[in-house]
C-alpha cells in the first residue's frame, strides 16, 4: 500500500466513525464530515466558529450522484455541470427532503460540487456518503491553500490533515445559484466568469461585497469581512501614491507583476512575473498568509485588471480590507 493510499484508507476510517478531516481540493483545502452525521457537522461548525446559518457545500465524486441531492436540474445547470465538473463550480439547486438543515441553514437550496483533485476524489468514491467541506480556516480568516496552513489554524483539533500538496487553483470555487433557471453568480472564484458565460451566455453577478458579518447573508458566500489577514490591508489603483501617504509605516506589498522600489516597502510578493492570472491567483492565499506573519503596519495589495480571473482576485482582495 502506497503512503497516500494508507492515509486515504485513515481518512476513511475516521469519516465513517463521524469525525472531520482537513481534505485538500484543487481550490482550498476543506474541513469535511458526511453530510448525514449531525456530530461531524456540528464539529465542522464548532471548529471553524462559523455561524450555523451561513451553509456549507456538499462534495460529490461523480455527476450522477447529482440526482440523488437535488430536487432539480435546470438545463444550464447541467450545460455547466457537463463543462466544468471536476472543477471549481459550485452549483445552488433546489435540495432533496433527506438534505439534513444543518448543511443548509435551513435553505431550500443545497451547494454541490465534484472537487478536481486525485486524492479526495479516491477519498470520495471510498465512501458511501457525500462530504460536507468549508474552507479549513477559521470563519473571516484566510483560506488555506497547503496543509501546513490548515495545520496553523487547527493543529489539536482536528484528528487529520489529508496532505494533496499545494492547491492547484488557489482561491474558492466560483458560486452559481439559479433563479427561474437562469443562471446567477453568488460568489466570484476559480473559474472566470468569462468561461461561464461561454458556455450559458450571459450571467448577471450578485454585488457580493456589502453585508455585514453579523446579518445572515441573502447569498451566502456573500459575507463582506471575509478572507482577511489580521494585518490592515488596502487595495491601490495607484501603488505609489498610496505608498507616499503611508510612508512612515512599515508595509507589506502584494504586486500583480512589477515590483516598486520605494522606502515604505519593507517587503514585497510579486504573484506572476509573467503576468499570468492563473499563478497570480494559484499564489494568492500564499502570500497573504506570508505577508501576514511579518509584523507589518499595512499590507497593500495592487488592484488587478478587471477581466477573467483579476475579477475574483479583485473581490477577494476587497474583502480582506474590510474590518
Ligand atoms: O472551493 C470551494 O468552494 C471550497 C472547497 C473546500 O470546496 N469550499 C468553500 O466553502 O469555499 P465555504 O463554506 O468556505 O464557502 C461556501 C459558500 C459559503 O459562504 C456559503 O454561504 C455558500 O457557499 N453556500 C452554501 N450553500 C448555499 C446555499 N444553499 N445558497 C447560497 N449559498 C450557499
Ligand atoms: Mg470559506
Not at 500500500?1 to 481550490?27: C, F, G, R
Not at 457545500?57 to 455541470?81: D, F, N, R, S
Not at 506570508?290 to 476587497?318: C, H, M, V
Request: glycine share 4%; net charge negative; with cysteine.
Amino acid at each position: 500500500m502506497s503512503i497516500i493510499s494508507k492515509d486515504i484508507a485513515k481518512a476513511v476510517q475516521l469519516l465513517n466513525d463521524e469525525h472531520i478531516v482537513a481534505i485538500p481540493t484543487e481550490t482550498v483545502y476543506g474541513l469535511a464530515g458526511n453530510i448525514y452525521s449531525p456530530k461531524a457537522i456540528t464539529a465542522i461548525f464548532e471548529t471553524k466558529k462559523r455561524p450555523f446559518f451561513n451553509p456549507l457545500i456538499v462534495h460529490i465524486p461523480a455527476i450522477e450522484q447529482l440526482t440523488t441531492i437535488v430536487a432539480h436540474i435546470p438545463p444550464k445547470a447541467q450545460l455547466l455541470a457537463k463543462a466544468f465538473w471536476p472543477g471549481p463550480i459550485t452549483l445552488v439547486l433546489e435540495k432533496q427532503d433527506h438534505i439534513p438543515d444543518l448543511i443548509t441553514g435551513g435553505k431550500p437550496t443545497v451547494a454541490v460540487r465534484i472537487p478536481n483533485h486525485p486524492v479526495t476524489l479516491s477519498l470520495l468514491n471510498a465512501l458511501d456518503f457525500p462530504l460536507a467541506a468549508p474552507s479549513a480556516n477559521p470563519f473571516s480568516s484566510i483560506s488555506p491553500t497547503t496543509a501546513q496552513h490548515v495545520e496553523n489554524y487547527f493543529k489539536d483539533q482536528i484528528p487529520m490533515v489529508l496532505d494533496g500538496g499545494p492547491c492547484r487553483s488557489g482561491i474558492e470555487s466560483t458560486i452559481i445559484g439559479f433563479e427561474n433557471d437562469e443562471p446567477i453568480i453568488y460568489r466570484l472564484g476559480s473559474t472566470a466568469l468569462e468561461d461561464i458565460e461561454a458556455v450559458v451566455g450571459p450571467v448577471t453577478v450578485k454585488n457580493t461585497v456589502k453585508q455585514k458579518t453579523e446579518e445572515a447573508p441573502t447569498a451566502p458566500g456573500m459575507l463582506d469581512r471575509h478572507y482577511a489577514p489580521k494585518t490592515t490591508t488596502l487595495l491601490s489603483n495607484n501603488l505609489l501614491e498610496s505608498l507616499d501617504q503611508h510612508a512612515n509605516k512599515r508595509v507589506g506589498l502584494l504586486v500583480f507583476k512589477t515590483q516598486i522600489s520605494h522606502s515604505a516597502v519593507k517587503t514585497q510578493v510579486v504573484l506572476s512575473e509573467n503576468g499570468d492570472l492563473n499563478e497570480a491567483t494559484a499564489h494568492l492565499y500564499e502570500a497573504l498568509h506570508q505577508l501576514d506573519q511579518e509584523n507589518l503596519d499595512l499590507i497593500i495589495a495592487e488592484e488587478f485588471p478587471d477581466y477573467g480571473l483579476g475579477k475574483s482576485i479583485n473581490d477577494r482582495l476587497t474583502r480582506a480590507t474590510k474590518s
